[in-house]
């Protein structure tokens, strides 16, 4: 079977190389990989912004088929249809049991666990997924079951960014009905905040973003206005009556970026950080304003609760045609493309890519 591999942390290029899957035993399953997303929270880890070790096959969003299970499974068999969960609630830590399944990091205990070997060695797939491969063999409770009416680009979708961005929105900040809303970032991210938003009722969504075609992607799925982040100080002044919007949302994960929002915010307003940044980046923000200004910061990891549940309530959404997942996929692409799709992703010409394996 083929899998696309980094070799060396701080290169954006992929090897697709052939591999073989390893690691299946009792609590695993193998899956049959339909799609993946193409996120950039995978180049981020490929060029070093989150740490991972390398080498690895990147790739956290996907959605296939069960192939196989081992001893002790019993919530899916051979032939379902589920979601690679990149950090899937574990129902047995501290967090999961206070009821913040989204915050289990059982996940992190999988990179222990190699999930392909490359001429004979261990090769790990990217937070114990790596969905960027024909096949993956993975801790069961990764493996979330999804009804067969779902396809498969949609459901990979699900597994992170749009629940990452509609969560915000509904889970976290719990954006009111007639409230005025700006996402700061237009990514896969910040245009499922941009959905997120609309079916909460916001009567007004300011989408930023510095390239174009983001910004038209965000006024079909949603916003009632997009702007280049050049133009936010005064489109703040001209919507809000210099009084500042009742929901900012960051979705890049820069300090630049939440300066952005938080200064967009309304006083007493909310501020949601939603983008994945480095760790050594560090805000621009005085402990005088954090107090006097009295805006709630709220970040939001995965959806803001158990992922499983914000999952079966963007199914519901979607089937109910709230929200558009399948006019969010603007290119296809076949394993060997996805380096070509990494480029498109940097330039605005993708909004989300869907890597074909089937």
């Keep these: ?5 980094l070799h060396q942390t701080g290169h954006e290029s992929l090897d697709v190389r052939e591999v073989a899957t390893t690691s299946f035993g009792p ?6 990989l339909h799609r993946a997303g193409l996120c950039h929270s995978d180049v981020s880890a490929m060029n070093g912004v989150l740490q991972h070790p390398a080498p690895f096959v990147p790739g956290h969003e996907g959605a296939g088929e069960v192939l196989e299970i081992g001893d002790g499974v019993t919530h899916v068999a051979p032939g379902d249809r589920v979601i690679v969960c990149w950090m899937p609630p574990c129902d047995a830590c501290s967090a999961c049991r206070a009821g913040d399944g989204h915050l289990c990091r059982a ?3 999988d990179l222990a ?13 990217m937070l114990g997924k790596g969905t960027f491969a024909d096949e993956i063999v993975v801790a069961a409770y990764a ?7 779902v396809p498969y680009d949609v459901a990979a979708l699900i597994g992170c960014g749009v629940t990452t961005g509609i969560g915000a929105a509904l889970n ?7 409230s005025t809303v700006v996402v700061v970032g237009l990514g896969g991210v910040g245009i499922s905040i ?45 919507i809000t009556g210099r009084r500042g919007f009742d929901y900012a949302f960051e979705a890049v994960g820069k300090p630049s970026t939440l300066r952005a929002a938080y200064d967009a915010a309304r006083m007493g307003g909310t501020v949601c950080l939603v983008g994945a940044g480095s760790s050594t980046d560090l805000p621009d923000l005085t402990m005088a304003e954090l107090v006097f200004n009295e805006k709630r910061l709220l970040p939001s990891f995965y959806g803001g609760t158990d992922v499983r549940r914000t999952y079966a309530r963007i199914i519901d959404l979607w089937r109910e045609g709230q929200i558009d997942l399948e006019s969010m996929i603007t290119h296809h692409v ?21 890597i074909d394996l089937a």
Excluded at 27 to 32: Q, S
Excluded at 113 to 125: H, I, K, M, W
């Design 113 to 125: 666990v190699p999930n392909f070997t490359l001429d004979g060695a261990p090769l790990p797939g």
């Design 107 to 109: 996940g992190y205990r």
């Design 194 to 238: 941009v959905q997120g938003a609309k079916v909460a009722g916001a009567s007004t969504i300011l989408a930023v973003d510095p390239t174009p075609n983001r910004r038209e992607w965000a006024l079909k799925l949603g916003a009632t206005e997009a702007i280049a982040p050049e133009e936010l100080a005064g489109a703040t002044k001209r």
């Design 172 to 178: 976290t900040a719990q954006v009111a009905a007639g």
């Design 143 to 149: 493996a979330i079951p999804i009804p067969d009416d």
């Design 1 to 5: 079977m083929r899998a696309a591999v």
């Design 27 to 32: 609590g695993r399953v193998r899956i049959r």
């Design 334 to 354: 076949p394993l060997d493309g996805i380096n070509e799709a990494i480029r498109q992703m940097h330039t605005g010409e993708a909004l989300r890519t869907v």
